[in-house]
Every structure is written in C-alpha cells, then in structure tokens.
C-alpha cells in the first residue's frame, strides 16, 4: 500500500472505505440491536436520576450526573470506533467509560470524600477502578461482580501504551493486498476478537442500569 496525501487526506476526513462499518453491521446486526436497545434503557435511567442528583442545583449532583452521562457516551463512542475498525481509539475510550463509571460509584458515596478531593483537582481518576473494588462492601457492591470490571480496566490498559495487542491492530491477518492499516480496516482474521469485544460491550449496556441504581442509592444514603 502506497501512503500517500490522497490516503492520509482520506482517513483524515473519514472518506476511507466505507464497506468497513457496512461490514461490521451486517455481520454484527443482532448484538448491535441488542446494544442500542440496552442503551436507549440505560440513558432513560439517567435521565431519571439527573433530575435527583441536580435536585436543588446541586453542584456535587451534577458532577455525579455528568460522569455518569460522560461514561453512557463513551460508551456508544467506543462501539461506534470499534465498528469503523479502529481499535486503539476503541480501546481507549472503553478505558474511560469504565473510569466514568468507577469514578461516580466512588462519588455517589460523599463521607469517603472522593467527590470533594475530585472537584478540588486532588484525585486521581487512574486508579478509580482499582479503588471501586477495594472499597466494594463499603459501595453496597458484591465484590465478585467486580472482578470482570478489573478484567476489563487491565485489558483496556493495553490501548493506552504501544504494547503488542495495540500494534497488531495495526496489521492485516488476512489481507489480499497490503499487510498494514491506515486507518480503519476489518480484518477476517480478528473476527473472533470482535465478537467477543462486541458481546463484552453489550454486556456491560446491559448493566448500565444496575450501576445508576447503585448511584442512586449510595447518594440517597449520604443525604
């Protein structure tokens, strides 16, 4: 493959070929259906809670209320990436859905101070995953639901670093013409990573609304 202006203009202007994200949905429909369907659920849910959090203009509540709205938008923004064939930019977003997520349980609950160091600029979202399960009991969570949670925050991690799963996103397994990507691309040869990543996706859509009742609850207990 010959890299030139006209390629790089394209992939720039996401003028690349459009088959890629024809493909993914053709052969993806079923799990993409279940995952609007389980998102539309989840954004309702937040609706309803913003009105809670934001009660009175609050501003602690609305913090809350945009992690939480931030995490659902990621989370469409990951899959809208990962069926355009763009891993890395996948990846990293699904890393801050998962952090948005983390990052509002641990505010929801106000006396272990995690909302006031946050506002303060004093905490660091890196480790909010990692401090979600630790403190699982005190979150009113079961800690072994937390465990696929921490599965996913170390895999993710891989997308934030040049490490190998993150450069052979950058090769073809199966290619008639070129073995690199520019770009987006769906490579036959990953077929089995993107059902499984699809499937995680819808997953995690699927429980969204546990998390916002979660939310919901610890902000009702801190009252």
């Known amino acids: 493959m010959a890299i030139n202006g006209h390629l790089i203009e394209k992939v720039l202007l996401g003028l690349e070929d459009p088959q890629i994200r024809v493909v993914f949905t053709e052969r993806y429909s079923e799990p993409l259906e279940s995952f609007v369907h389980h998102m539309v659920v989840a954004f309702e849910g937040w609706e ?3 009105h809670t959090l934001c009660k009175n203009k609050s ?3 609305a913090t809350v209320s945009a992690l939480l709205y931030g995490a659902l938008n990621a989370h469409i923004v990951a899959m809208k990436l990962l069926i355009s064939g763009l891993l890395v930019p996948s990846g990293n977003t699904q890393r801050y859905c998962l952090e948005s997520l983390a990052m509002a349980l641990l505010c929801s609950k106000r006396e272990l101070e995690v909302l006031a160091r946050y506002r303060a600029g004093t905490y660091s979202c890196n ?8 403190r699982a009991s005190k979150l009113n969570l079961h800690a072994s639901a937390l465990q696929q ?6 895999f993710y ?12 996103s950058l090769m073809m397994l199966e290619a008639p013409d070129s073995g690199v990507v520019l770009g987006g691309a769906f490579d ?3 077929a089995f990573g993107y059902e499984k990543e699809i499937a995680s996706r819808v997953s995690l859509a699927q429980v969204m609304p546990n998390i916002l009742f979660g ?4 902000w009702h207990e801190s009252s």
């Open 59 to 61: 501003e602690e509540g």
């Open 48 to 50: 309803h809670l913003d």
């Open 149 to 154: 949670l921490r599965r996913n925050i170390k």
């Open 157 to 168: 991690d891989q997308f934030s670093h040049p490490s190998l799963l993150s450069l052979s």
């Open 215 to 218: 939310v919901a609850r610890n």
């Open 188 to 190: 036959e040869g990953k």
């Open 127 to 134: 480790k909010a995953v990692h401090e979600v399960i630790r």
